[in-house]
């Protein structure tokens, strides 16, 4: 199933230029896919290009001491009272809206705390709690500053499954885990991540059942039929066009986002480094996806969809087009038509290595939220895109 994924970067056939800020870019010829750039909107917001949207379609974007908010769709922006500055939030409906912060803290009984904002009145008003996080094999994290974190991290993948309960994406170690992130300083001991999905099925108020979604391998190619030494030196038995082999990264598997794919499938889309680019030519850091066809309670080995990748952003589009945007070096969309087995058309829209975000804002229309820098002065962006199936 997974001879068709396929990682598209080269650009051969252009359809389309078009400027986002200052940045000149060209769109691909993607087959199946037609993409129209649109108007690039200036947002004030000069910390963090963090969007979310709620379900009565506002948004809101920047950090929560500098939240403007769009009440028209993204196309104009104002500054409002402080938005809820997660970057794990997810709108429960009937005004119920979560926010979780990214650290856990280890309690005495070696389970551990998160600290959330909760508002029961559409973000009117906010409380502040702690949920209760059992991850029983979970060790420390060291982060990429250095810092130390008690156990795994949100970072911004999370959604409702069918059945109500709801699923998110955290990054961390487990006790044993001995592998150091390739390019760090080995004294900072930062461990190479693995990534695991976490369930709850109470809104929020408590997550377990820990799943392991991708660590140390992945999907390459395997021995193909026709090999020369199949029932010499390698058994015929080993013959497969895919294998399950180490997998390539620099810091494991983190910054996972999660999308349900128009067939049910959900996808987990995630950073494995981010140290490429610049004047020094390091590894690839590629950007991995695993699948899960059972809600998340197996996934499928990691395999590459593109050559690069932090803090990857999904949109399943209403059509059941997919989108992910992703950054370092430069800004990034790439798209998949087929339920993510194979992604298509990556393009570079911006020039920054700074994180992006991306919403569905209108029926085959999506805002991807992006820092620029022009002019010596570094804000925020919403550039719009048409995107469509042929």
Request: charged share 20%; with cysteine; glycine share 12%.
């Amino acid at each position: 199933m997974y001879r068709n994924f396929i990682i598209t970067i080269s650009v051969f056939f252009l359809t389309a230029s078009a400027v986002a800020g200052s940045f000149d870019f060209s769109i691909p010829e993607i087959p199946g896919i037609e993409i129209i750039p649109g108007e690039s909107i200036p947002i004030e917001a000069h910390k963090s290009a963090m969007a979310f949207q709620f379900e009565d379609g506002r948004i809101v974007v920047g950090a929560r001491n500098e939240s403007f908010w769009s009440y028209d769709g993204g196309h104009t922006f104002q500054p409002g009272i402080e938005g809820p500055g997660e970057k794990v939030v997810i709108d429960l409906g009937g005004g119920e809206i979560l926010g979780i912060s990214r650290n856990s803290h280890r309690r005495p009984d070696g389970k551990f705390t998160l600290k959330q904002r909760r508002s029961k009145d559409n973000w009117q008003t906010v409380d502040e709690e702690e949920a209760l996080l059992d991850i029983p094999m979970a060790s420390y994290a060291v982060t990429g500053s250095g810092g130390r974190v008690d156990g795994f991290l949100f970072h911004h993948g999370i959604l409702r499954l069918a059945n109500g309960n709801l699923i998110g994406a955290m990054y961390g170690n487990y006790v044993g885990d001995t592998e150091l992130c390739d390019g760090y300083p080995p004294e900072v001991n930062q461990r190479k991540y693995r990534t695991v999905v976490v369930f709850s099925n109470d809104n929020g108020h408590t997550w377990g059942n820990p799943v392991l979604v991708a660590y140390d391998k992945m999907l390459g190619r395997g021995i193909p039929d026709d090999h020369e030494m199949l029932g010499h030196s390698i058994p015929e038995s080993r013959a497969s066009p895919t294998a399950i082999v180490p997998a390539i990264t620099q810091e494991g598997f983190r910054e996972a986002d999660i999308v349900q794919a128009a067939n049910g499938d959900l996808l987990c889309v995630m950073r494995s480094g981010g140290r490429n680019g610049g004047v020094t030519t390091l590894f690839p850091t590629p950007l991995y996806c695993s699948r899960s066809s059972d809600n998340g309670r197996s996934w499928t080995p990691p395999v590459q969809i593109a050559d690069r990748g932090v803090c990857p952003n999904l949109v399943k589009m209403s059509s059941g087009l997919i989108v992910c945007t992703y950054s370092r070096p430069g800004n990034w969309l790439i798209f998949s038509d087929d339920d993510g087995r194979s992604w298509k058309g990556a393009f570079q829209f911006s020039n920054t290595g700074a994180y992006n975000y991306i919403l569905e804002v209108a029926p085959d229309t999506i805002q991807v939220f992006h820092e620029v820098d022009e002019n010596g002065e570094r804000f925020v962006r919403g550039s719009f895109f048409t995107v469509r199936k042929l």
